[in-house]
């Protein structure tokens, strides 16, 4: 296995994923969703070269068509339909974010020392890359207003979760796989009309701006 590659697709994803609490513009945010599952079909590309799986590579394909491909493409549509451009004001300001981003990667290499000492490998030695993801996607569902930003949170999540199963297994069963992100994709699309339906009735989708018409 090519532990530089590994390492790369590693490291490229625990970016997008600090990247997305940093930028505030939505098409800018669904950019570097696209780049996230290029580089999550990349990873499982790596491991499926070292580990020589044909399934894992025909998961590695599926992957990079549903995650870095489609979804990308209903989040567009949703941009299009709702005519929003901008995160509004998060919860937590952009500095704060960030900071708050390095704290969590921390914890996450502090959660899985113990697993690396287990059974040190290239694989293993990623693991917190994966943690760092589920706990930055998470933040994200709780500190951005928008409801298109919280699905992006949600994304975020559900790769980091991918991406620890990839290097925990060595590779999750294919079928497995193609069906979490099959899952996805139906979210996404009710998501989309969900949104949409929103906007339409509303004016916008702002969750505080919601929650007080509620009240």
């Given at each position: 296995m090519n532990e530089q590659l590994l390492y790369v697709a590693a490291g490229g994803l625990l970016l997008t994923a600090v990247l997305v609490l940093w930028r505030r513009e939505l098409t800018a945010i669904v950019r570097l969703l696209v780049i996230q599952g290029a580089l999550l079909a990349a990873l499982a590309g790596v491991l499926a070269a070292g580990h020589r799986s044909v399934e894992l590579s025909v998961v590695a394909v599926g992957i990079f068509v549903l995650k870095a491909v489609v979804v990308p493409l209903v989040l567009g549509r949703v941009l299009r339909d709702t005519g929003e451009a901008r995160e509004t004001k998060p919860v937590i300001n952009v500095t704060a974010s960030i900071l708050v981003a390095a704290m969590l990667i921390l914890i996450a290499y502090?959660?899985?020392?113990?697993?690396?000492?287990?059974?040190?490998?290239?694989?293993?030695?990623?693991?917190?890359?994966?943690?760092?993801?589920?706990?930055?996607?998470?933040?994200?569902?709780?500190?951005?207003?928008?409801?298109?930003?919280?699905?992006?949170?949600?994304?975020?999540?559900?790769?980091?979760?991918?991406?620890?199963?990839?290097?925990?297994?060595?590779?999750?069963?294919?079928?497995?796989?193609?069906?979490?992100?099959?899952?996805?994709?139906?979210?996404?699309?009710?998501?989309?009309?969900?949104?949409?339906?929103?906007?339409?009735?509303?004016?916008?989708?702002?969750?505080?701006?919601?929650?007080?018409?509620?009240?």
């Open positions: 502090g959660i899985s020392r113990q697993l690396v000492r287990l059974s040190p490998s290239a694989e293993t030695h990623a693991v917190p890359v994966g943690l760092a993801m589920v706990l930055i996607g998470f933040f994200v569902l709780v500190t951005r207003r928008r409801a298109l930003s919280q699905i992006v949170g949600f994304l975020v999540l559900d790769n980091g979760i991918a991406t620890t199963a990839f290097l925990v297994t060595g590779g999750v069963p294919g079928v497995v796989e193609l069906a979490v992100s099959l899952d996805v994709l139906l979210l996404m699309l009710v998501l989309q009309i969900l949104t949409a339906r929103v906007r339409t009735a509303f004016g916008g989708t702002d969750i505080d701006e919601l929650r007080e018409l509620h009240d």
